[in-house]
């Protein structure tokens, strides 16, 4: 069996799909998994407000096309990314365990990584 991981180009969306081709390999020792990199216009509109030109949709609708024209199986995506109501022929069809939440810094520009004292 081979299935085909439809993902954005972005660090974590590659990161994302190749974490979902991992477990598909864990669970499933014997199928072949290839993700298929696409850019989506939200990637390459960088000059406008996304809620202007399309919101949340504009870096899905390269990846549901990529489905439905049989280039991908599956698709890999950020929750944030997916709109509320989903069109017609598809479904989340599974979500992984969330990971630890606590991976951001926040700063008002006066804390860097760098100055927080060991253990911090």
């Given at each position: 069996?081979?299935?085909?991981?439809?993902?954005?180009?972005?660090?974590?969306?590659?990161?994302?799909?190749?974490?979902?081709a991992?477990?598909?390999?864990?669970?499933?020792?014997?199928?072949?998994?290839e993700?298929?990199?696409?850019?989506?216009?939200?990637?390459?509109?960088l000059?406008?407000?996304?809620?202007?030109?399309?919101?949340?949709?504009l870096?899905?609708?390269?990846l549901?096309?990529?489905m439905?024209?049989?280039?991908?199986?599956?698709?890999?995506?950020s929750?944030?990314?997916?709109?509320?109501?989903?069109?017609?022929g598809?479904?989340?069809?599974?979500?992984?365990?969330?990971?630890?939440?606590?991976?951001?810094?926040?700063?008002?520009?006066?804390?860097?990584?760098?100055?927080?004292?060991?253990?911090?």
């Amino acid at each position: 069996m081979h299935i085909r991981i439809a993902t954005r180009k972005s660090v974590l969306a590659l990161w994302q799909a190749e974490h979902v081709a991992a477990e598909i390999r864990r669970v499933a020792p014997g199928v072949d998994v290839e993700l298929l990199p696409l850019s989506t216009r939200g990637d390459e509109v960088l000059d406008r407000s996304l809620q202007k030109i399309g919101g949340k949709g504009l870096f899905i609708k390269e990846l549901e096309v990529a489905m439905q024209d049989g280039r991908a199986d599956i698709a890999v995506h950020s929750m944030k990314d997916v709109p509320a109501v989903m069109p017609d022929g598809f479904c989340i069809a599974a979500i992984l365990p969330r990971g630890n939440p606590a991976d951001a810094l926040l700063s008002s520009g006066r804390l860097t990584l760098d100055t927080l004292p060991n253990g911090a």
